[in-house]
């Protein structure tokens, strides 16, 4: 089984940088959309799966990341400077807005992530000397990958640019991987299961969920500072709270309780609107009957539902 | 001996109930000492007001001479008071073998560490294993623990609150529910650990045969009030203490 894994896994990564050569623009740019929407929905699922905590407000970290990243491009045209600065607008506003969340949990949790969350959309569309207001920033260059004397990369061809996104993608998925499977995520897992009992391992619950809280803020802020750059603008829906719930979807549709479950519920949930958009203008009706009918369908997600029903099927014959 | 744990006149009301009715209680270091009462006599509340999981209306709690009433539970866990539940509180989808890890790795200070694989981390797998030998439960590590049956939720849920270390450590009526096989095995290890003097014990127990054969020491409360203070021998003669089990006599005439 372990065996099996790594080399779906390597057959995946392969798959994935080599891309770019038998596809055209389209694809990658879809491909890019599900990278970002893979590391927006695990860093949620840190929230979700592993200290349970639903947030409704991660939009606002995603936009935080995208408008911060933009406004650096659009003063200094370096990308990398562009990627962290969104990372780390994402990371402090969870931080500081996490400081006063973290003191509940459950319903009010979300409550006040959905109203935070709100608050930085109503900012990004009201503060028009910095955000553009309702024209968002425009105008930002996919500028080059440079660290001055060592390289100097032109990001403009779509491939070169896709590469940036997986690279990044994957370091962070794989840090991410290891988090869960450290101490610090176990410990995260417990406070999910037993507040109490964790306080009296000697732990402040409300740190450990702060800090999670921040890192979820962070990945939000990584994946939103990929988008200027792809798209050349940036506008305040992304802040919305219907934005907030992309994750919340892609998550539950591949499952809350394993790692891979918002990488597979983001690859599904771009495909199936991909191919409805082809043929109907109110794709929206269709798609969330199609997200419903599947929820229900795949109890615990589509990886639960693979591994234990069709794994254990084909074992036994 | 030094005193370990020490109340001044701690107060906690519910409503009109006075669960803690100005409470002045030492414990001693190494002295096993149960804590009776009928129900709703304040027992659990007791323990919530030292532990830190509520907060006292009046009055203040010290350990080793440092008051303690306001720290969180966390930082009195790190000084080194700990305590069980009597409703379980257990890691239900975790295994037994993870249960036990949290608390450990809380002990190391690795609780933090964020790259190092759990099963990197030889140090705390063996600490784990020794603490999953010492309660029993060595065989079933890899079980989920909600699938264990009471009794091993009920030993799996000591083990947790040994895990820390404490030097004092609560233990809110460790054996309900449980038969009288594995009531031996956990009676056996209070008292051996009680006897190494790695933990100060306090225990509430409804079982009078437990309270008896184990404690050196009992304290009786009644609606929140200590009504009698001494050896199992001062108690079963205390007449004031007869006066408030009355209806269940049973208990004392077997005797």
Known sequence: MKRIKFFLLLALVIFLFSLPAFSGKYILYITIHILILSVFALGFNLLLGYTGLLSFGQAGFFAMGAYACAKILLILPSLLLGTMTGMIAGALAAFLLGFLCVRHTRIYFSMLTLSFGMMIYSLAWKWREVTGGDDGLVGIPRAPLEIPGVLSINMNPMGNYYYYVLVISLVAIYLLYRLIHSPFGLTLKGIRESESRVAYAGISVRHYRLLSFTIAGLYAGLAGSFLPPLENTVTPPIAHWTHSAEPVMVTLLGGIHTFSGPIVGSIVFYIIKDIIVRYTQYWLIWFGAIIVFLVLVFRGGIVIFLIERIWSFMNRR | ?255
């Open chain 2, 1 to 255: 001996m030094s005193i370990l744990l020490r109340t001044e006149k701690l107060k906690k009301y519910f409503g009109l109930v006075s669960a803690a009715d100005h409470i002045d209680l030492e414990i001693e270091e190494g002295v096993l000492t149960s804590i009776i009462g009928p129900n709703g006599a304040g027992k659990t509340t007791l323990i919530n007001l030292l532990t830190g999981n509520i907060f006292p209306d009046s009055g203040k709690v010290f350990f080793k001479e440092e008051e303690i009433t306001d720290l969180p539970i966390h930082e009195r866990v790190k000084k080194g008071i700990c305590r069980s539940f009597q409703i379980m509180n257990i890691f239900p989808k975790l295994t037994v073998f993870e249960n036990v890890l949290i608390p450990i790795f809380a002990l190391m200070n690795k609780s933090l560490n964020f790259y190092k694989l759990i099963d990197d981390h030889l140090d705390a797998k063996q600490k784990a294993e020794h603490l999953l030998n010492e309660i029993g439960l060595i065989d079933k590590k890899n079980l989920t623990a909600g699938i264990l049956s009471h009794g091993d939720q009920r030993l799996l849920e000591i083990g947790l609150a040994m895990a820390p270390e404490p030097e004092l450590l609560f233990l809110d009526e460790p054996t309900a529910g449980m038969n009288p096989v594995e009531r031996i095995k956990v009676l056996e290890n209070i008292r051996k650990l009680s006897k190494e003097k790695r933990s100060t014990f306090v225990i509430i127990e409804h079982d009078m045969d437990i309270v008896f054969s184990l404690s050196d020491r009992i304290v009786v409360l009644h609606r929140g009030q200590i009504i009698a203070d001494g050896t199992p021998e001062d108690i079963k003669k205390n007449e004031e203490v007869k006066k408030v089990y009355l209806g269940e006599e049973i208990f004392w005439q077997k005797r």
